[in-house]
């Protein structure tokens, strides 16, 4: 990578009457990551999205989990994203586009990522059970979707074949970090390059 580019760090806040959330992230860290919602089954997802992203994460989450995981699980995504894309900067010199493929016993899922300034999520996941330990299964979409608007990427999941539900939901995740971390990766033929032809991103 260029030693003359800046670090691409960022720091989100956000505080509703629902939540208080704050975020550190290192796009160009090695996974280290220190994560704490509340929500066991989510930190170990985000744990795994640091890890496999070789992004350092650092997040802070207090939220209203007396009533349900939806708020924090939701505004957890916002304040990632929103970390990401202004960690991201003038995205000049990234890949853009990735797709992972990601095998985890009986299950294999799909992720195809485009850096775009253009939000947009396909989630083709079905779950055969309610919930994960004490999470809603569809909290996972909500993520998602979540991460993908504020991130600012065009984001398509689809798991392909899977039985264990556990097994479904990391993949997603896991395949999202393998994804992020190809998309992101500054491109030494291209380093001051916006990618596209335009010359911009997102219009």
């Not at 550190?24 to 990551?33: K, M, P, R, S």
């Not at 990632?80 to 992972?100: C, H, N, P, Q, S």
């Not at 299964?137 to 999941?157: D, R, Y």
Request: net charge negative; charged share 25%.
């Amino acid at each position: 990578m260029d030693m003359e580019r800046a670090a691409r760090t960022a720091s989100v806040e956000r505080k509703t009457k629902e939540t208080s959330i704050a975020a550190e992230v290192n796009l160009d860290g090695t996974g280290q990551y220190d994560v704490s919602t509340g929500i066991g089954f989510l930190d170990h997802m985000l744990e795994q999205l640091s890890r496999h992203a070789l992004m350092d994460l650092k997040l802070r989450a207090e939220g209203d989990l007396h009533i349900d995981f939806h708020h924090t699980t939701e505004d957890t995504g916002i304040v990632i994203g929103e970390a990401v894309k202004k960690a991201l900067g003038d995205f000049k010199g990234i890949r853009r586009y990735a797709t992972a493929v990601i095998p985890m016993d009986e299950t294999c899922t799909r992720v195809s990522i485009d850096v775009s300034q253009r939000p947009y999520l396909i989630w083709k996941v079905n779950f055969t059970r309610p919930k994960i330990g004490d999470m809603d299964t569809e909290l996972f979409k909500e993520w998602f979707q979540a991460f993908a608007q504020n991130a600012g990427i065009t984001l398509h999941v689809e798991n392909m074949y899977g039985e264990n539900n556990h097994h479904i939901v990391e993949s997603c995740f896991k395949g999202l970090a393998r994804a992020l971390r190809d998309a992101m990766e500054i491109d030494p033929r291209t380093a001051n390059v916006i990618p596209s032809t335009k010359g911009v991103l997102g219009s």
